[in-house]
């Protein structure tokens, strides 16, 4: 019998994605000079597993290039090979190399020959080099950076292909402010590729579906261009390519001429390959074929590895659910009504029993935010290497769960917030030893549960903000009125306005005015918010306020004439009568009403969503939910609470379409729809 082998390949890909960040985490915590055999121990078993696992599934290449990395750490283990630094740096290198070739096997891409090349000739040079020092042999080995190497000669120019993913936007990027960063290196020319666009009703304005031809002239260096495409190296395909180098591949064979023009394969979009030729006679373009989906360098798993005490849990707790239907249906075989104490236990056992079966199905869902803090100690041991800062990161609270979506969706808002704190937060050791500060910084990660939320706080104790200087940006960029009176808070939240950095000099870490508004708004998307907290000098906070999952929501249930719509129950901070002498009228601001010592606005609910209130709730009387967002109070005037309950959030943008102040929809006890208010959002609404 012939065993189909390619039904384990997602278990095997899955544990060798594990493995890697194993033998990351393990590489990144070895002390130059100093043998830990036991984290060494621990990375050299995850190769070889990687090894053994693709030697069995047929997946050569991986299995000839992993050998190469567990013979190096073999010497570490044996202690042939001191641990140095250079010989980490190789193997984390390597790490990210069969990252890429697994990845590329798992979608079924052709695997970076010339990158694996690379980084193998780089394993070999470093034992090698390593066996004729301990053998006293005189060797000298050159490895040229090949980056370095292309520099080093004078270009005319270089031909860029440029291919964004559609989300690239989505992350904080903006492609026109790419290009006027080239457009100060030297003579720019692009030219956009229409035919990834979609029908006019199919168009996410929020998507990119454009791809451009861009050709640089000028005596440039490579790692020019580098830095400015650097933030988005894992969001597109690209090809960059020098004048000369160009000339020299397309230079027709005597062969391929067809009427004194060469004769390139011409590769098509998908959607175009049923009407196009495979073959053309055109003039020699060169076009990269861009894939419909390209994996990340780590893929999203579709499968979650579950506690087997949660499973457990969930099989009693049905097993505890089926007797109590037994129960409920043999009362109703013969009911009568001296069985109706026996039928409001069943309802309240059958009430309590699916609330918990809820709960223990939400907690399978539920995933340690260790996930997403595993990326970052490399992240910062990259970035502060290249910027010549020395930084410690901290991690804490690694074990708090969240919703495996909110997992997958907070990744990148948190790069973006933990890369501006190593560039724009910590200084320099120089600056830091002349404030009087250890050479050594600090970055903290933390997360916690705090009510119904997730909390996860950025702290660095670099430079802190400065709000005079954050407001005469924002003046000068016309983001605000050179007279407007802000809050220190306010002035804080001037970095979230788009296009706006306070860095002095462009770096490729940040500094193009990209991707804090756009953190902003990915976070809000998630129902969540940002705080910052700062003290100039002394270091800054950046705590993101998340809900526990994105399934269920605690909500307070309102009525505003015959609809029912729900408030977040984190948003609403008290309710009362609210009386007609109560109500202030002032300029600018329409109705509002004291709470303590501060004047909020009151939002009628019945206009802005044009419902018709109930007799007794028309004019100033009615029920006031005081509620906030965003670190902004206001009233929402409604005409009775109905009561607290948990519901189950349906998305009312794929179902339907966004509506401006409202974030989702349930479905009630009577089978009708509820909307689930979006607070934020309706202020904004207001306000217009």
Not at 658 to 685: H, M, N, Q, W, Y
Request: hydrophobic share 40%; aromatic share 4%; proline share 4%.
């Amino acid at each position: 019998m012939t065993i189909d082998m390619e039904q384990f390949h997602q278990v095997f890909f899955e544990e060798s994605f594990e493995g890697l960040d194993v033998m990351e985490t393990g590489l990144l915590n070895l002390s130059p000079g100093t043998a830990d055999m036991e984290e060494i121990n621990t990375i050299f078993r995850a190769a070889h597993s990687i090894k053994g696992g693709s030697g069995t599934f047929g997946f050569m290449d991986v299995s000839a290039f992993t050998h190469v990395m567990e013979t190096l750490l073999d010497e570490m283990r044996d202690g042939r090979r001191q641990v140095e630094q250079r010989g980490v740096n190789v193997l984390l290198g390597s790490v990210d190399c069969l990252r890429e070739m697994l990845a590329a096997i798992q979608s079924g891409d052709e695997v970076d020959s010339k990158s694996v090349s690379t980084h193998q000739k780089e394993l070999e040079i470093e034992l090698n080099g390593s066996r004729s020092e301990a053998t006293g042999e005189a060797a000298e080995i050159v490895v040229p950076e090949p980056d370095k190497a292309e520099d080093s000669a004078v270009n005319l120019g270089w031909h860029i292909i440029f291919c964004p993913h559609v989300h690239l936007m989505k992350t904080g990027n903006d492609p026109v402010r790419m290009f006027r960063e080239l457009e100060e290196l030297g003579d720019l020319t692009v030219e956009a590729d229409f035919r990834g666009l979609p029908e006019i009703q199919d168009l996410d304005p929020e998507e990119c579906h454009l791809s451009w031809d861009i050709r640089l002239e000028g005596d440039i260096e490579r790692h020019e261009i580098d830095e400015i495409f650097d933030w988005v190296e894992d969001d597109c395909d690209m090809s960059i390519i020098s004048f000369a180098d160009e000339a020299e591949k397309n230079r027709p064979a005597e062969e391929d001429l067809v009427a004194g023009e060469p004769i390139v394969e011409k590769v098509v979009p998908a959607q175009e390959t049923a009407k196009a030729p495979t073959k053309q006679a055109v003039k020699a373009e060169p076009e990269v074929k861009r894939p419909e989906n390209k994996p990340a360098a780590k893929p999203a798993s579709a499968s979650i590895r579950v506690d087997t005490a949660k499973i457990d849990s969930l099989i009693n707790m049905v097993g505890e659910l089926v007797i109590t239907q037994s129960m409920l249906s043999s009362l109703g075989e013969d009911f009568d009504m001296t069985k109706l104490d026996l039928l409001q236990s069943g309802l309240s056992q059958l009430e309590s029993h699916t609330r918990e079966l809820q709960q223990s199905a939400m907690g399978i869902r539920m995933m340690p935010i260790s996930f997403v803090f595993s990326r970052f100690p490399r992240l910062v041991h990259d970035l502060s290497s290249k910027m010549g800062k020395q930084i410690e990161l901290k991690l804490s609270g690694e074990n708090t769960e969240v919703d495996k979506t909110v997992i997958e969706l907070i990744s990148d808002p948190l790069v973006h917030l933990v890369r501006n704190s190593l560039d724009h937060g910590v200084e320099m050791p120089d600056e830091r030893i002349a404030a009087g500060k250890p050479a050594l910084g600090i970055v903290h990660l933390n997360a916690f549960h705090r009510g119904g939320n997730i909390v996860i706080e950025v702290t660095d104790d670099g430079n802190g903000l400065d709000g005079d200087k954050l407001f005469n940006k924002a003046v000068e960029k016309g983001v605000v009125e050179p007279d407007t009176q802000l809050t220190e808070k306010e002035k804080f939240d001037l970095i979230f306005a788009a296009g706006f950095s306070t860095a002095e000099v462009v770096s490729d870490v940040s500094g193009r005015g990209v991707g804090m508004d756009v953190v902003r708004k990915n976070i809000e998307a998630l129902g969540g918010h940002v705080e910052i907290r700062s003290k100039l000098g002394k270091g800054s906070t950046f705590a993101i306020y998340l809900p526990l999952t994105l399934a269920i929501l605690d909500g307070q249930s309102v009525a505003v004439g015959d609809e029912t719509y729900i408030v977040p129950l984190a948003s609403v901070i008290e309710s009362f009568n609210l009386k007609p002498e109560m109500v202030s009228y002032v300029a600018g601001r329409g109705e509002t009403f004291r709470l303590r010592d501060e004047y909020l606005p009151i939002l009628r609910m019945d206009n802005l969503f044009g419902v018709h209130r109930t007799e007794s709730g028309k004019g100033s009387d009615g029920l006031l939910v005081v509620v906030e967002g965003q670190g902004t109070r206001c009233g929402l005037l409604v005409d009775d609470l109905l009561g607290q309950q948990q519901v189950v959030i349906k998305s009312l943008e794929t179902n339907y379409r966004k509506i401006e102040g409202i974030s989702a929809a349930t479905i009630l006890g009577d089978g009708s729809v509820g909307l689930i208010l979006d607070i934020p959002g309706l202020l904004r609404l207001a306000n217009r």
